[in-house]
């Protein structure tokens, strides 16, 4: 019974998967059969020639996801490290949830005369700020479970030994924190990655990323065109689970990536 | 002689980079809102505070979304609660191990794409109906999507929600050594529901409170699914901003940012206000 559950259970998290790749070759699914008429791999042979102007949009979700990523990682590692010394550690984390309390809409909206006033909507430079603010939250809340006693006690023991300040950060904590730190820039890219309010807010139009396509298409009822692009958006995360699913696990709950180290 | 000490850089960027937005994006709705700038602005007002609380659609809103995010957190944590003590060590062996981690590269934008093709009027859901033999057309397939009732946001939402809850109370469950407990509560002479019922549930709700209570502001500040498989009334609260907010008419610009206020402050004093619960009980997680 609870290997046959088991089995349906993996079924079902594989059908979402299943039925966008046959979307994407479909060239004709009607009503009311189960499995497409016809199919065709143009749909693909388009996109990777950018017929459709995919690729680019592709290229600057890629490239904005990449920065937000680095900065947010390079920005949260130092932060998280203050902020887990500080005396009021608990109310300062609970503070920075408060831009996921705002929701990414309510924000924009609210911060787009700023962003008008900085020159920044319509580029970007100012998606990728935008998304820095949930980004950088994210990090902070993430790389904070990496300071706890042990890190202290191995930092001690390295300064007993003669390391310097710099030499502890390059020796000892930058190695430590590899792999928290690589489930870090992975969830910070997916964040600017997966981000559709804020392309679409502060980017007023002018920021064409991989969602702002993808829902172009689905509005316009283009589903198979969707499909396509649902798939590209989903190859950087399923490819990471691939690799390593720890790049993905830590999404579900970022303050206990440290319990299953 | 007494000094100060200098405030940290980094903590002072974190907070000009998390707090300082939602200050002044709140700042911002406030004084527009009560007419203080504007391209229509003729002075302070509070007209459109009166226009928008006394509108049945904000209130249907907000109210629509706290009830969608509550039933939506509700029905996935259930579902992750009873396939958790369904499978148990199951979920980290073989490929399921890896397979539960597959939901997790889904944005809600996908989500919403998926909802449609399967549950839609002519999606596979309907089709597998109609080769069953229980209908005949799509029309004879029940309206799950674009329903005031919100069903469709709802469904969208377990999909999306509920393999994210089903790790994270695996995780939990290892963490809090559940199995360990509940196996002491059965030498003791309860039975397998009230082992689960008194020792495994209370102590993962508990352990996970700080990290629901994150789930369910998120889910009530949804905006991609709503969009896509919501219907055009009610509206969740952040597509109601968003379409006030984007309309031709600059006269609905004021009560995009009333709307945003309101739901604002009742999202972060509700957040606060669960982190300080959490606290209060001594509840290690990220709102210590």
Known sequence: MRRLLAMLLGAALLLPLALLLLLSVSRQWTWP???????????????????????????????MAIGVGLLATALGFPTSRRLARHRRRGRLLALIHLPYALSPVVLAVGLLFVFLKWHLAGHMAGVML????????????????????????????????????????????????????????????????????????????????????????FSSGDIRLAAS?????????????????????????PHLETLDD | ????????????LLLAMTIGPVVVALGFMLVYSVGGIGLLSSGWTLRYWGEALHDGETWASLGYSFAIGLASLALAL????????????????????????????????????????LFGNAGLLARLARAAGWIDMPNDFPSLLFTASGSGIVLTHVLLVGPFLLLLLDRLARHERVDELAWVARSLGASRWQAWRRVTLPVLLRAGMPTLSVYFIVLVGAF????????????????????????????????????????????????????????RRGISGDAR
């Open chain 1, 229 to 253: 692009c649902a798939l590209l958006l989903m190859a950087p995360p399923l490819l990471a689970l691939l690799v390593n699913h720890r790049l993905l696990s830590s999404a579900a709950a």
């Open chain 1, 33 to 63: 059969v189960l499995w497409p008429d016809r199919w065709q791999l143009r749909l693909w042979h388009d996109l990777l020639s950018d017929t459709a102007g995919i690729a680019s949009a592709v290229a600057r979700s890629l490239l």
């Open chain 2, 78 to 117: 259930g579902l992750a609660l009873g396939l958790q003590a369904a499978l148990g060590p199951q979920l980290r062996r073989g490929p399921l191990r890896s397979l539960l981690f597959v939901p997790l590269a889904i944005p809600a934008l996908v989500a919403a794409l998926v909802s449609v093709e």
């Open chain 1, 130 to 217: 935008a998304q820095l603010i949930f980004a950088y939250a994210y990090a902070v809340i993430l790389l904070s479970g990496f300071w706890n006693p042990r890190t202290d006690a191995l930092v001690d023991l390295a300064r007993t030994l003669g390391a310097d300040g710099r030499q502890v950060w390059w020796r000892v904590l930058l190695p430590m924190a590899l792999p928290m730190l690589t489930v870090c820039l992975f969830q910070t890219f997916l964040i600017s990655w997966f981000d559709y309010p804020l392309a679409l807010l502060i980017g007023s139009g002018q920021v064409q990323t991989l969602t702002i396509r993808l829902f172009e298409y």
């Open chain 2, 224 to 279: 991609e699914v709503p969009l896509l498989v919501g219907a055009p009334y009610p509206q969740m609260v952040s597509v109601l901003v968003q379409r006030k907010f984007s309309q031709f008419d600059l006269a609905s610009k004021p009560q995009a940012y009333v709307i945003g206020s309101v739901y604002a402050l009742l999202a972060m004093a509700l957040l606060m206000a669960l982190f300080a619960w959490c606290g």
């Open chain 2, 1 to 12: 002689m007494n000094r100060r000490p200098r405030p940290d850089p980094w903590l002072l």
